[in-house]
């Protein structure tokens, strides 16, 4: 359908399943997109992934590093005021705290991230 012109729609866990298929990844965290990025973004052991997040779950495949990060995500009824995954992330800072990033486009793609550039 996608060599169609019509535009496909594929969710799923497994990311190396649909990077074999899609031009682009959105990877969500509690419900919310933190990055949208190339299937080539993936590529050099992910070091052009934006969010924290796309990099840690890079990272915790078996074939990459396959290393965990500590935490959890924020339960349905947890009310988070700033940044989604501040309790997880190793970039924090005292901005992450307050309020939820706004989409930013960086490297041909978009980040909710307020530490990257």
């Not at 190396?16 to 050099?44: H, M, Q, R």
């Not at 307050?98 to 793609?109: A, D, L, S, T, W």
């Amino acid at each position: 359908m996608a060599n169609k012109g019509c535009a496909v729609i594929v969710i799923t866990h497994d990311i190396e399943a649909a990077l074999k298929i899609s031009d682009k990844i959105a990877v969500f965290y509690a419900g919310t997109v933190l990055e949208v990025a190339n299937v080539e973004d993936f590529k050099n052991d992910g070091k052009n992934l934006r969010h924290p997040y796309t990099r840690a779950l890079w990272n915790a495949l078996p074939q990459n590093k396959f290393q965990a990060i500590r935490g959890h995500q924020p339960m349905q009824d947890e009310v988070v005021d700033g940044c989604i995954f501040y309790d997880r992330c190793s970039k924090k800072n005292e901005l992450c705290s307050r309020g939820i990033p706004q989409f930013q486009k960086v490297n041909e793609g978009v980040v909710r991230c307020n530490n990257v550039s």
